[in-house]
């Protein structure tokens, strides 16, 4: 398939890099989405299931790594290449691609803002084994995407949303936490650690919190995992801290004024992310509808040959190239302002708009297909029925597009330039 990242005539570095990632994808990462999609909850998070399989796999690859500088244990890549990697994931399958991405959060956080006794303790056991699993516990029974809007909003309705389910207290050198985490957490019944959002005991408000490790083998307690209409592939499930004691250096970002600013830049990084899985998943959609098309003879001639198909097939090609096109640009900014200049002050705006733009755009897609397969889309014995469900998670997964929405929106009301027009001129006109 041709793509913008043809016609930006990629270094053979590159050109082999894709197709390295893609070849994975297709032998290794896809066949066990299929076995684990329809699998039991229970029998996926089994030491032998298929799950920990291709994680270990992705891990011995180096794709845990590659949100890292290379000082710092990462791969050297540029935004590109990190972009090739996560769209030929997402391609794969959405769920194990998360999987990959929440597993990198704690460390990869430890690792740009952590102390250097949390590094040689934890991160580089994480870098080099295949034995550490992260997660990324954000979501709570009371809490959700609300967790976003608390950044932007004003004051006085943050102070109604109450108290975090996750409550962490200072008792000597030591944090201890207690509290619940939602039975959405991604990874959570295969972690072994999780990056963990906590807010103070004494918090004056809801954004009054920290970011830190908690390992899951001492006063954790596991719920089982949750049989979800898609991202199957990808374990979710609640997690309960019980008087969970954890040293100071395991806290990453500390409460302040930069936990604000850590989870803005934490969140634009996570959504380059979900937009670049959720072009991989678009691609694989609108490929299979393709190849669909090309083969079934209805009303005497190959669908691809009616005219109605062809235009639904130019529309899916021309959605899935703008939302690459974009979610890469968007990529470049966020890791030079974070991890190369380490200015912390990439666009929240434009990254939300990444993750928003292409969860739309793998929806629409991923409907589009189905209804070119008829009512074959509905069996299971194609993969653009698993394709669907997926899509229609991700529009929920990681922040839903609506609240995702809400709280780029209060970004661009407050910071957009206003000197791109005359807005008094424009007033006038009305």
């Not at 990632?21 to 298929?50: C, Y």
């Not at 791969?75 to 994931?89: A, K, V």
């Not at 000597?172 to 963990?196: F, M, N, R, Y």
């Not at 008087?243 to 600013?261: M, Q």
Request: aromatic content about 10%; glycine content about 8%; proline content about 4%.
């Amino acid at each position: 398939m041709v793509s913008f990242l043809d016609l930006d005539e990629l270094e053979e570095e590159d050109k082999l890099l894709r197709e390295e990632v893609h070849r994975f994808a297709a032998e290794v990462i896809r066949p066990a989405s299929l076995e684990l999609d329809r699998m039991d909850p229970e029998e996926r998070i089994k030491s032998d299931s298929p799950y920990f399989k291709v994680i270990k796999q992705m891990k011995k690859l180096g794709y845990h790594k590659i949100h890292l500088p290379e000082d710092k244990g990462g791969l050297g890549l540029s935004s590109l290449q990190r972009y090739i990697i996560m769209e030929e994931l997402g391609w794969g399958s959405l769920g194990l691609a998360t999987a990959i991405g929440v597993d990198a959060i704690p460390f990869t956080c430890a690792a740009l803002f952590g102390p250097p006794e949390l590094y040689d303790e934890l991160v580089v056991q994480w870098l080099e084994g295949d034995e550490i699993h992260g997660c990324w516990g954000v979501t709570e029974p009371e809490h959700g995407s609300d967790y976003l809007i608390a950044l932007r909003e004003h004051e006085e309705l943050v102070a109604k949303f109450g108290r975090a389910n996750v409550i962490a207290e200072k008792d000597g050198d030591e944090w201890v936490i207690s509290g619940q985490k939602s039975a959405w957490v991604s990874s959570a019944p295969v972690a072994t650690h999780c990056g963990l959002h906590v807010q103070l005991k004494d918090a004056k408000n809801f954004l009054d919190q920290m970011f830190c490790i908690v390992p899951l083998d001492k006063g954790v307690r596991k719920g089982k995992p949750v049989d979800m209409l898609g991202m199957r592939d990808d374990p979710q499930g609640e997690l309960f801290f019980e008087n969970v004691r954890i040293p100071e250096h395991y806290v990453i970002v500390a409460p302040g004024f930069f936990y604000g600013v850590f989870l803005d830049q934490l969140l634009c990084l996570t959504s380059c992310g979900m937009g670049a899985y959720a072009v991989g998943l678009a691609r694989a959609a609108f490929e299979e509808a393709l190849s669909y098309a090309r083969q079934r003879v209805q009303g005497g001639v190959p669908l691809i040959e009616h005219k109605n198909i062809k235009l639904k097939l130019y529309e899916m090609f021309e959605k899935i190239e703008t939302a690459r096109y974009y979610v890469r640009k968007v990529m470049e900014h966020t890791y030079r302002k974070i991890v190369e200049q380490k200015t912390f002050d990439a666009s929240p705006r434009h990254a939300r708009c990444a993750q928003i733009y292409a969860k739309k755009i793998a929806f629409e897609v991923a409907h589009d297909a189905l209804q070119i397969f008829g009512a074959y889309g509905l069996s299971k014995d194609f993969i653009i029925e698993k394709l669907f469900r997926d899509a229609r998670a991700l529009l929920i997964e990681d922040g839903t597009v609506e609240v995702l929405s809400l709280e780029a929106s209060e970004d661009v009301i407050s910071n957009y330039e206003k000197d791109y027009y005359d807005v008094e001129h424009i007033t006038k006109w009305y």
